[in-house]
């Protein structure tokens, strides 16, 4: 199993950008996928996930501003990133909770991070 996250960058304060995390490999049942991330000399934190049946749920520094959406055929989670501001600079990380085989249990799996940058 693999996740493969994309669309980090540098952008300015108030834009935009939207991430991509694609799941690949044996996956019998993909439950929450979400986005994490952790800025230089700070602990990871949940930034949004979003559940198989397509509720949702947002850390309060990006309500409003941040959506997560999901594409089960494609097993790839997105999260579109509005009015930036500078302390949203740090690396995401994609998650999911999935079971590779029926047999299996569910499992955390974590992608790449892809770094996002906030500055003028």
């Known amino acids: 199993v693999q996740l493969q996250a994309s669309g980090g960058g540098l952008v300015q304060p108030g834009g935009s950008l939207t991430l991509s995390c694609a799941a690949s490999?044996?996956?019998?049942?993909?439950?929450?996928m979400g986005w994490y991330r952790q800025a230089p000399g700070k602990q990871r934190e949940l930034v949004a996930g979003?559940?198989?049946?397509?509720?949702?749920a947002y850390a309060d520094s990006v309500k409003g501003r941040f959506t997560i959406s999901r594409d089960n055929a494609e097993k790839t989670v997105y999260l579109q990133m509005n009015s930036l501001k500078p302390e949203d600079t740090a690396v995401y990380y994609c998650?999911?909770?999935?079971?590779?085989?029926?047999?299996?249990?569910?499992?955390?799996?974590w992608g790449q991070g892809t770094q996002v940058t906030v500055s003028s």
């Open positions: 998650n999911a909770d999935l079971q590779p085989t029926p047999w299996d249990s569910s499992t955390y799996y």
């Open positions: 979003i559940a198989s049946d397509g509720r949702t």
């Open positions: 490999g044996s996956i019998f049942r993909l439950n929450i």
